[in-house]
């Protein structure tokens, strides 16, 4: 993230300076962060709204159920895994985290599913099919309500904000497909 | 539809917590306490590359980038002022998320350049931090097919939601 910054800054110096635009970055460099101050306080409501709510369902068994429904998708992803309870168990509580939009419970679980499949394969260095298909299901979108999307579109006057919902639901769903298509069929695949 | 989703979602939850006995109230605020803290803790990364992101905004680099794949998703019918937006994606969640709000802010929300950035923000992730997460917390140093099939994924990604917003959102 630091070589990120550094090459981001370097480039708009001299590009800015080229295009006689160095007033405006420098007024970024200087000013931007408050930007990022107004955005988390205009996020902190939804945010704290929907951490409860997930609480809630968590407390109250709602997940477990959710995870229960989920795991004869998720057996037809990972055929191997049929037989294996924890690392299943691991993986349909990361899915069911995602789909709550529980980022921050959906890490840790991931994790422990990765440290799973990671023991069955003997420690290996290289990733596994199960692994590579993990990863890429948690590098697409599987949140069913988009709540800071939503949130940011109403601040800004929008009078439905969830009207994007079934095109949303629409690309996260395709995508997903495409992501573990590509990982399956070994499209790319290097040993 | 939609204005039925969220409410009904609300309700559920709660009635589910009551039927369970659940202590509804008191979760709830424990909850909501950890999603503070997670506003607060993104905050430093925010104000990190928000700086960034912003510096190179108003530098012009980006509309210089831009312009020059632009044509690669010109015929797909992509809204030119979201194409930042899908590049910076896979690679910062913080970026792209100050990114997606300033268009919020200049783009009429309804507007088709503004959906297709809300539908990319709510249909994709920040696929490389995922990607070193996860591999990182368990020592894989080859993560094989991994990446491409991710960022496979994030062009598809792209490219449907243009596709979606025409096919599921009345102009």
């Known amino acids: 993230m630091g070589k990120f910054f550094f090459a981001a800054a370097l480039l708009s110096v001299f590009v800015g300076a080229a295009s006689g635009r160095l007033p405006e970055v420098s007024a970024a460099a200087v000013g931007e962060s408050t930007k990022a101050v107004e955005l988390s306080i205009k996020l902190l409501g939804s945010l704290c709204f929907w951490s409860g709510m997930t609480a809630v369902a968590e407390k109250s068994g709602l997940t477990k159920i959710l995870c229960a429904a989920l795991s004869p998708l998720l057996k037809l992803i990972f055929p191997r895994l049929k037989n294996e309870e924890k690392a ?4 349909s509580m990361n899915v069911t985290a995602n789909l709550l939009g529980m980022g921050n419970a959906a890490t840790p679980l991931g994790i422990s599913a990765m440290k799973e499949l990671s023991r069955m394969s003997g420690f290996s260095k290289s990733a596994t099919e199960e692994m590579v298909c993990f990863v890429v299901m948690n590098t697409a ?51 | 539809m939609s204005v039925w989703i969220v409410p009904a979602a609300v309700i559920f939850i709660v009635g589910f917590g009551i039927f369970k006995k659940t202590d509804v109230f008191a979760v709830f605020t424990e909850g909501a306490k950890q999603g503070l803290k997670t506003a607060v803790s993104v905050l430093p990364a925010l104000c990190f590359l928000m700086t960034a992101v912003g510096m190179l905004r108003e530098s012009g680099a980006v509309e210089i980038f831009s312009e020059m794949v632009f044509p690669l998703f010109e015929k797909l019918g992509f809204p030119k002022e979201v194409l930042p937006l899908a590049l910076l994606r896979p690679f910062s969640g913080s970026g792209a998320l100050g990114y997606y709000e ?57 490219i449907l939601s243009v596709f979606a917003v025409n096919l599921f959102i009345p102009q």
Do not use: H
Not at chain 1, 88 to 91: D, E, L, Q, S, T
């Open chain 2, 102 to 158: 300033e268009l919020c802010r200049e783009l009429e929300i309804g507007s088709f350049a503004e959906k297709v950035a809300s539908v990319l923000m709510g249909g994709s992730e920040t696929t490389f931090y995922t990607v070193a997460v996860y591999y990182g917390a368990v020592g894989i140093k080859n993560g094989r097919n991994t990446v491409p099939a991710a960022l496979m994924a994030d062009i598809a990604a792209a």
């Open chain 1, 88 to 91: 299943m168990g691991a993986i």
């Open chain 1, 141 to 191: 979108s599987l949140q069913l309500i988009p709540t800071t999307v939503a949130s940011l579109r109403l601040e800004n006057g929008a009078a439905d904000p969830l009207d994007i919902l079934p095109a949303v639901w629409f690309v996260s769903a395709l995508s997903l497909f495409v992501g573990i298509t590509a990982a399956k069929t070994g499209f790319f695949k290097k040993t």
